[in-house]
C-alpha cells in the first residue's frame, strides 16, 4: 500500500516525530509513503532560511530510518517563497536533498496570483518542474486562497507538468479542471466520501490516488484534548482507524 500524502514534523503545538510517524505506517502495511515536512509561515526570510536548514537535516534522517526499517519513501520540498525570495535557489534545494516532487500550499504561504511578485514566481517554480521533470503538489480547499481555479492557468500553460491536486474536497473545481487538464491527478487526503464518488462518477476515478494526510488525522482526533499521545502506539491504532475511514477509497 502507497500512502501518497502524509507529513513530518509540527502541526500547531504538536510534533510528529518521523520515527513514530513510519513506524505507524510500517505497522498497519503501508510500504510506500509520500510525505512533506510540515512547514509554517514565515513573513521574512531569514528565519525562514534556517528553518529550511534545520528541516533539511532532519529529513536526512528520517531518509536514513525510513531505509532502516524498509521503507519506501518520497520526500517532497514544500516551497516556502520566503525561502526563495531570500536567495535560495531551486536548483541548489534540490543539490541539497533528493526530493522527488515540490509542494505549493496556497493556504499556508502567499501564493496570492494577483501579486506580480507571486506570480512571477509561480511561473519560475512551473518552468524549473518543466525543464526537470519534477511533480507538483498542490493543496487544495474551500477557501478563495486554495480554490485550484486560482492557479486554472499555469495548468494550462504547462500541461508537460503533472499537478497533483491535494485532498479534492471540492468537487466541483476539480471536475472541471480534471475536464480541462490531463496533467492533473488528486488524492483522497480528507476528501469526504461524496466528493470522491462524485469524482469518480464524473469519469476521473482512474485519477485519484490513496492519501490520508497523517498524522494531521491524529491531530484531528485528538482536537480539543489537552495532552494526548503521538507515541508508535498511538500513532499507530489512530492509522488503523483512519483506513477504515476510507473503506469507500476504490469502491
Same mark, same amino acid.
Not at 11 to 37: M, P, Q, R, S
Not at 71 to 76: A, E, Q, R, T
Not at 119 to 124: H, V
Given at each position: ?9 509540527? !502541526? ?11 513506524? #505507524? ?10 510525505? #512533506?515536512?510540515? +512547514?509554517?509561515?514565515? +513573513?521574512?526570510? &531569514? ?11 532532519? +529529513?536526512?534522517? &528520517?531518509?536514513?530510518? &525510513?531505509?532502516?526499517? %524498509?521503507?519506501?519513501?518520497? =520526500? /517532497? ?8 525570495? @531570500? @536567495? ?12 522527488? %516532487? ?11 496570483? &494577483? ?25 487544495? %480547499?474551500?477557501? =478563495?486562497?486554495?480554490?485550484? /481555479? ?8 504547462? =500541461? ?25 491527478? @488528486?488524492?483522497? #487526503? ?20 490513496? %492519501? +490520508?494526510? !497523517? ?37
Amino acid at each position: 500500500m502507497h500512502d501518497i500524502h502524509t507529513h513530518i514534523g509540527q !502541526f500547531h503545538n504538536t510534533y510528529y516525530d518521523f520515527h513514530d510517524v513510519f513506524k #505507524a505506517l510500517k505497522n498497519n502495511g503501508v510500504i510506500e509513503t509520500t510525505f #512533506a515536512y510540515l +512547514t509554517p509561515l514565515f +513573513t521574512d526570510s &531569514a528565519p525562514a532560511i534556517e528553518f529550511y536548514k534545520v528541516m533539511t537535516e532532519e +529529513t536526512k534522517e &528520517a531518509l536514513s530510518f &525510513a531505509e532502516e526499517i %524498509g521503507l519506501k519513501v518520497n =520526500p /517532497l520540498y514544500w516551497i516556502d517563497p520566503m525561502v526563495l525570495f @531570500g @536567495g535560495i535557489t531551486l536548483e541548489s534545494i534540490l543539490n541539497d536533498l533528493d526530493y522527488k %516532487g515540490l509542494v505549493v500550499h496556497p493556504f499556508l504561504n502567499d501564493w496570492n496570483t &494577483a501579486d506580480k511578485k507571486r506570480a512571477d514566481l509561480l511561473t519560475k517554480v512551473f518552468e524549473f518542474a518543466k525543464e526537470n521533470n519534477y511533480e507538483l503538489y498542490f493543496h487544495t %480547499g474551500f477557501s =478563495p486562497t486554495d480554490n485550484p /481555479l486560482n492557479f486554472e492557468k499555469w495548468f494550462v500553460e504547462y =500541461p508537460q507538468v503533472k499537478v497533483h491536486l491535494a485532498h479534492c474536497k471540492n468537487p466541483e473545481p476539480i471536475i472541471e479542471l480534471f475536464s480541462k487538464c490531463e496533467n492533473l491527478v @488528486g488524492d483522497t #487526503a480528507f476528501c469526504p466520501q461524496d466528493s470522491y464518488e462524485a469524482i469518480c462518477k464524473a469519469g476521473f476515478k482512474d485519477r485519484m490516488f490513496f %492519501g +490520508t494526510d !497523517f498524522p494531521i488525522s491524529h491531530w484531528y482526533e485528538h482536537h480539543g484534548e489537552k495532552d494526548f499521545p503521538t507515541d508508535e502506539k498511538s500513532l499507530t491504532e489512530s492509522y488503523k482507524n483512519t483506513l477504515n475511514e476510507y473503506q469507500f477509497v476504490n469502491c
